[in-house]
């Protein structure tokens, strides 16, 4: 049986002395079927509504509710100018579209799209997804009818019909149906050690090792680590940094090994990261430029040798400022993208980071030399968006971990519907032998 809870009416306040109406929230409990429907319609002699045209229709799809009101789904596209319209198939999950009850009511309206928004209403019918399921066959024909005319005119028959093309059933997979078929996932760090950061010994520095609290690098690397850590079987974490003079001789390095090790960067743990972190802050020389590129190739000549969907790779890249190789930076992204590989980049102090909205992707997809990501990869957040003002610091971390990981599972799923890649199986729950008593007579 469903849960469905009404929360009393609230007035919205806005323009004093002024009624700007009500909400009303409506909550109903959702259905575990993880199903999706790939659904095509077409239609056939819808009415004339445009004056100097034919028609310009699109769908609508409402799921009722179990308090008899209609919730809104899916709207098709419109189709400019016909009464026999052909829409794109479109995918749905079925807990949207029915909430997993094959006998409710699924009600499509049609309509002619007018610019001006005012779209005139053509007609509707009402199915269901368990009479859907049939797909193409006289069942899924539907006469579409306007009840005002029908109300009307007693010659009235129709204003067309809609005819289901094709309708395919997909069992949607989720991040942790991968994980728990044993795919494994990497987690590599970056740190910033460009001089912009202020000198490590002085509190105005980003690298501040403040003996009572994290700093901003400290904080970002503990909260986002020990969350993905949980999804690593070693929890040996590849530790670099870049833009720093090594001693003994001062060369600069955009790819170091925290741990001094460059043969073997892993740490033990996310302590073990902040543990060497901490060394490498006391031993290098802060320089610059900001380079990117290094450290990202870096991850991506692993995620390359691994593209059967047992891996994939997370890097985490906390940086302070202005990037220096933006252009090879845009180039290492857009080759990144092709391979199990996401980027995490955490920007901390009071620079402007226009470059990393930028590399985010989310409204324009990144594109070097004309050729464009094949999928999004990188996430950015600001850390001053997530500072405390009350000074709790364990909240302020699990907000930025919160939003930091919020793309990683949708990237990840995007590479293995990409690739074709099902989870394996998970492995059967460990059962203890059981040790049977044997007695002599």
Not at 40 to 52: E, R, S, V
Not at 282 to 288: H, N, R, T
Not at 327 to 355: C, H, R, Y
Not at 378 to 399: C, E, K, T, W
């Amino acid at each position: 049986m469903m849960l469905i809870q009404r929360v009393p009416t609230c007035p919205n306040i806005g323009i004093p002395g002024k009624k700007c109406g009500t909400i009303i929230l409506t909550a109903e409990e959702l259905n575990c079927c993880r199903d999706a429907v790939l659904m095509q319609f077409c239609a056939n002699k819808l009415d004339k509504k445009d004056f100097f045209g034919k028609s310009d229709p699109f769908l609508v799809f409402y799921r009722s509710n179990e308090d008899g009101s209609f919730t809104i789904c899916h709207k098709t596209e419109v189709v400019k100018n016909t009464l026999n319209p052909v829409w794109q198939a479109f995918k749905i999950s079925v807990r949207a579209l029915c909430n997993g009850d094959y006998d409710r009511t699924i009600k499509v309206e049609v309509y002619d799209w007018d610019r001006d928004g005012s779209h005139d209403f053509i007609g509707e019918f009402t199915t269901s997804y368990r009479e859907l399921s049939r797909g193409q066959s006289q069942f899924n024909v539907y006469e579409v009818v306007n009840p005002k005319k029908k109300g009307k005119k007693k010659k009235y028959i129709n204003s067309g019909t809609v005819t289901l093309l094709s309708f395919l059933v997909e069992t949607e997979v989720s991040f942790l149906d991968y994980i728990k078929g044993g795919t494994q996932i990497n987690f590599t760090v970056a740190i910033d050690f460009t001089a912009s950061n202020g000198n490590p010994a002085q509190p105005t520095s980003l690298h501040y090792m403040n003996p009572y609290q994290l700093n901003a690098y400290g904080m970002a690397l503990k909260a986002v680590g020990e969350i993905v850590q949980d999804y690593d079987s070693d929890k040996m974490f590849p530790a670099l940094g870049f833009g720093a003079k090594l001693p003994p001789d001062g060369r600069i390095s955009h790819e170091f090994a925290l741990n001094g090790n460059p043969q073997n960067p892993y740490c033990d743990g996310i302590e073990g990261v902040m543990e060497a972190y901490y060394r490498s802050l006391k031993s290098v020389q802060l320089y610059g430029p900001t380079n990117f590129a290094p450290v990202i190739n870096h991850v991506a000549r692993y995620a390359s040798s691994v593209k059967d969907g047992s891996q994939y790779f997370v890097l985490l890249i906390v940086t302070d400022g202005v990037i220096s190789d933006m252009a090879q930076t845009k180039e290492s992204i857009v080759n990144a993208s092709k391979l199990p590989m996401s980027i995490i980049i955490v920007g901390v102090g009071p620079a402007e980071f226009d470059a990393m909205i930028e590399l985010d992707g989310d409204d324009v997809r990144v594109s070097s030399r004309g050729k464009y990501a094949e999928r999004d990869i990188v996430q950015f957040v600001p850390f001053r968006d997530y500072i405390d003002r009350s000074g709790n610091h364990i909240l302020s971390m699990a907000r930025l971990a919160k939003d930091v990981l919020a793309e990683i599972p949708e990237q990840f799923l995007s590479y293995m519907r990409a690739r074709g890649i099902k989870p394996s199986p998970a492995p059967p729950p460990y059962t203890p032998p059981t040790h049977v008593l044997q007695t002599q007579i």
